[in-house]
């Protein structure tokens, strides 16, 4: 049996994403403050692994995912899953029969909030917005202070965790709007998939005119594709960049170790971040995870 550990508390997008990678019924869930506390205990070892979101398609990139495996952990990437995300308006029943006009704030996590910002410009221009460490925290909350106004965002599965009604939604601004989570783990993940992909991070010697250009010439004429190219600061100074860069084949095949060496002769430091199967939920995710 393992143990799964996820963003807190119970009820957020990441419980969705982990009972998804882990539906085996006699895995442990736990539920853990922060993504650093998640990692964290990943990287510690035995049968754990940890699940933290790293990016949504219409907020970009979770920054905080991203600089805690470049600079403060070294736990394997050991899978992708890439679900749905669908965000409702929760309220306690006092709330709700009064209806949208009775709401004076709305409390979220920062992403699930601009997710969307369309919404609340138009159905609730006049609310004011708390942002909290997750969209289960804000659903706790409002649980626990039913006689006050308040409205949470997040998903059904925290509705039906903290006894919400669902006051509207979906109410994200796209329809297409999905989140990358990372599986991670010293044990490799138990499942596999058609598709892999490997994450590299690459630090240049220096800045030089040409320098990055030189490391994707070493994908590009491989016919290697990447699938995202991001860039975090090194924290030497402005200017100074790691570039995470994911590639769209395993380490193993006989294509990636070769880009590896041809950026390592260019004087390029590069850390191997995982080479994982790559998993995508369809709009069932919470009944398929059996939630």
């Not at 940890?50 to 990016?55: K, L």
Request: with cysteine.
């Amino acid at each position: 049996m393992a143990t799964v550990l996820y963003l807190g508390p119970s009820g957020t997008f990441t419980e969705v994403a982990a009972r998804a990678a882990f539906p085996e019924r006699h895995h442990r869930f736990v539920a853990l403050a922060s993504v650093p506390d998640v990692l964290e205990a990943a990287e510690a070892g035995g049968d754990v692994y940890g699940v933290v979101p790293v990016e949504n398609s219409i907020e970009g990139s979770v920054t905080l995912t991203l600089d805690w495996l470049i600079h403060h952990v070294h736990v394997p990437i050991v899978a992708e899953w890439v679900l749905p995300v669908r965000q409702h308006l929760l309220a306690a029943e006092r709330t709700a029969r009064l209806g949208l006009g009775a709401v004076e704030a709305v409390l979220s996590h920062p992403h699930a909030i601009a997710q969307c910002r369309a919404y609340l410009r138009q159905h609730l221009p006049g609310a004011c917005i708390r942002h909290t460490s997750s969209t289960a925290e804000a659903a706790r909350l409002v649980a626990e202070h039913p006689d006050r106004p308040w409205a949470a965002i997040g998903p059904r599965l925290a509705a039906e965790r903290y006894g919400l009604a669902v006051l509207a939604g979906p109410i994200q601004d796209s329809a297409h709007n999905a989140t990358r989570f990372f599986v991670v783990g010293q044990l490799p993940y138990p499942r596999q998939s058609e598709r892999a992909k490997t994450t590299l991070l690459i630090t240049l010697p220096h800045d030089y005119p040409g320098a990055l250009y030189q490391v994707l010439a070493a994908f590009a004429w491989r016919k290697l594709n990447l699938t995202r190219i991001e860039s975090r600061p090194t924290g030497k100074g402005l200017g100074s960049y790691h570039f995470m860069i994911d590639v769209e084949r395993p380490l193993g095949d006989v294509l990636v170790p070769g880009a590896i060496a041809e950026i390592q002769a260019l004087g390029c430091a590069v850390r191997v971040l995982g080479s994982y199967p790559c998993f995508a939920s369809g709009d069932e995710a919470e009944r398929t995870a059996g939630l």
